[in-house]
């Protein structure tokens, strides 16, 4: 995948710091975290990287099987509140603004919310 990114306007240095942009790789139906999906790209440098997408696939018939002995979810056994699609990240940042709210009655401001929460 190449892409180009042009600048409308000069880069400016200012106090000897070179601007530096991050960009961000992830599922559509997922919220980032930048922490754990972005990296730098710095204007006028060519920047590589390689994306090995994980797909994982499970057979229906292990349905059978005890949650807590497979570890995971299907779609039509787990409906998240603030997520229309689940996935284990998407369920991963329900648990934690869950916890974080039932910790403190707050949430940081990427965690899902309503909007009536407190950030």
Do not use: W
């Not at 787990?78 to 229309?84: A, D, F, H, Q, S």
Request: charged share 20%.
């Amino acid at each position: 995948m190449f892409f180009t990114m042009q600048c409308r306007s000069p880069m400016m240095m200012l106090n000897n710091m070179v601007m530096i942009l991050q960009m961000l790789l992830h599922n559509p139906v997922e919220t980032p975290k930048i922490a754990d999906f972005s990296f730098s790209i710095t204007p006028g440098e060519e920047t590589r990287i390689i994306i090995r997408p994980r797909i994982s696939y499970a057979n229906p018939s292990i349905i059978s099987i005890a949650q807590k002995k497979r570890k995971c979810f299907f779609m039509s056994e787990r409906k998240l509140r603030y997520y229309r699609t689940y996935t284990q990240r998407n369920c991963i940042l329900e648990c934690e603004a869950n916890y974080t709210k039932k910790l403190c009655n707050c949430v940081q401001y990427y965690m899902p919310s309503n909007y009536h929460q407190q950030i």
